[in-house]
């Protein structure tokens, strides 16, 4: 069955660029009609859309995070990829990479990984 | 703030059964059949347990149900089990042009 995996550091430095990548093992992210997305989750609370990739390429992402945010896809290596520019402490949560439907819900989520943004 | 409006926490004895509301707008939850909840154990991933509104996926009890009135959707878990203590989530779709898609704030089930 599918499966999704986050990986990248654990630890990033102020002002820097957080990177994550996702592999998808188990089925093509070239498949037809998925929103590859980032999904957070800050200490203790709850979750927040970052963006996603279509499968044709495509991305849309959170107003909010939008000028840090790129989404980008290797289809190559069957990932897809955060890069998160500009990070403050406030952007230390658990990342997760997660297969959204255009009916808006995620039926497939990695594990997630923990990022502390710190000097 | 969530754009969703959930209860902060629920409670219910075993066998019980219990709702959680999930409070949006006619641009979100009412506007649409794209309401989805999500299962959360201390330290996992989210589960999907209900999509559109009202279906589930494969592999989730039938305890589960989920609905919707207006601006306002539902998840419905009957014969309460300790294994059902939980976060919840709900999401939904959204046309605001700030967000495709909006979270809950999330609600903590506890099994008493």
């Known amino acids: 069955q599918v499966q999704l995996q986050e990986s990248g550091p654990g630890l990033v430095k102020p002002s820097q660029t957080l990177s994550l990548t996702c592999t998808v093992s188990?089925?093509?992210?070239?498949?037809?009609?998925?929103?590859w997305s980032w999904i957070r989750q800050h200490p203790g609370k709850g979750l927040e859309w970052i963006g996603y990739?279509?499968?044709?390429?495509?991305?849309y992402y959170n107003p909010s995070l939008k000028s840090r945010v790129t989404i980008s896809v290797d289809t190559s290596k069957n990932q897809f990829s955060l890069k998160l520019s500009s990070v403050t402490a406030a952007d230390t949560a658990v990342y997760y990479c997660?297969?959204?439907?255009?009916?808006?819900?995620?039926?497939?989520w990695g594990r997630g990984t923990l990022v502390t943004v710190s000097s | 703030q969530s754009a969703l409006t959930q209860p902060a926490s629920v409670s219910g004895s075993p066998g019980q059964s219990i709702t959680i509301s999930c409070t949006g707008t006619?641009?979100?939850?009412?506007?649409?059949?794209?309401v989805s909840w999500y299962q959360q154990h201390p330290g996992k991933a989210p589960k999907l347990m209900i999509y559109?509104?009202?279906n589930r996926p494969s592999g989730v009890s039938n305890r589960f149900s989920g609905s919707k009135s207006g601006n306002t959707a539902s998840l419905t878990i009957s014969g309460l089990q300790a294994e059902d203590e939980a976060d919840y989530y709900c999401?939904?779709?959204?046309?605001?042009?700030?967000?495709?898609?909006?979270f809950g704030g999330g609600t903590k089930l506890t099994v008493l």
């Open positions: 990739i279509y499968y044709s390429g495509s991305t």
């Open positions: 997660a297969r959204g439907w255009l009916g808006g819900y995620f039926d497939l």
């Open positions: 188990g089925g093509s992210i070239s498949s037809g009609g998925y929103y």
């Open positions: 006619s641009s979100d939850v009412g506007g649409y059949n794209y």
């Open positions: 559109e509104v009202s």
């Open positions: 999401s939904s779709y959204t046309s605001s042009s700030t967000l495709a898609w909006v």
